[in-house]
């Protein structure tokens, strides 16, 4: 069984804070009129919808879409019930769970039932990404535009990039429950970059 948990991405999508300069732009380059053929530019910022975010983001100087490996963007992941949730994560939402080394950590928030963009959407707070830098887990996805708000400098993005642990942010879980799965996000391969878009599956 196959979970497609990445967002669909069009030019009415839902974008961080209804940015306008955040929504892609399609434009039809070749017609079959005008040139035989159809073709399509697309113009969009690389945290759109569903995507990883790389070290350069928030760490001056970090790496960048080049040296990432891309063996820990397949692998084992477990999905975490946090519906009950109304505000963030905490290192206390998390003490009772059984989280791994090498995992890699989906929260399932009310935010995957969002139907336009959340200004207080659920994130992870910086003592949640503290003790899952701890715990050594090889990513950590949210079902949110950006993994943290409200927090002066990110110290979740820090916290985690510094650590190499990659950050999966956009995804939708309304479709899954909480269980182990395989997960693949792989991006395309631009080179030099800061984020980007990726197909996220579960495979159960
Ligand atoms: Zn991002």
Redesign the pocket.
Known sequence: MIYDISVAIHKDMIVYKNRDKKKPRFKQSATFEANGVYETDICMNL?TGT?I?FPL?TIKDGKTSNKQDLSTLIGPATVYDMMHLDEKITADDLKDLDIKKGDFILFKTKNSLDKTFNFEFIYVDHTAAKYLAERKVRGVGIDA??IERAQPDHPTHDTLLNQDII?L?GINLSMVKADSYTLYCLPLKIENVE?LPVRAILQK
């Open positions: 945290h995507h975010d983001h535009l950006g950050i942010e984020a």
